[in-house]
């Protein structure tokens, strides 16, 4: 194998379309972060919400199985925001010993 081979297989095994997509990592800041901060709590909720129907939506006509591990990853996204704000309601209460 060459190594200019052996740089291409190092390539495509770094790059991660669904969690980490290199268009998405430049500089210090990741995307996903920066529309967070800029939505807030309930805009960011309606925009995982809006992706998860998306990429439903188009994986029959586009990319398959990869739109819809897109459409989990909100998914996911949606429900770790609503828990952390709920923790952050409701925290849990001291144990008393």
Not at 36 to 47: D, I, N, S
Not at 74 to 83: A, E, H, V
């Amino acid at each position: 194998m060459g190594t200019h081979e052996k740089h291409m297989r190092k390539l495509a095994a770094q790059y991660d379309a669904v969690n980490h997509p290199p268009h998405y990592n430049q500089g210090e800041v990741e995307c996903i972060d920066a529309i967070a901060a800029a939505l807030g709590p309930e805009g960011f909720k309606a925009y995982c919400r809006g992706n998860i129907l998306k990429y439903n939506w188009r994986s029959n006509h586009k990319n398959g199985i990869e739109d819809l591990e897109k459409a989990r990853w909100y998914l996911n996204k949606l429900i770790d925001t609503m828990r952390t704000k709920a923790e952050h309601s409701n925290p849990p209460e001291k144990e008393h010993r």
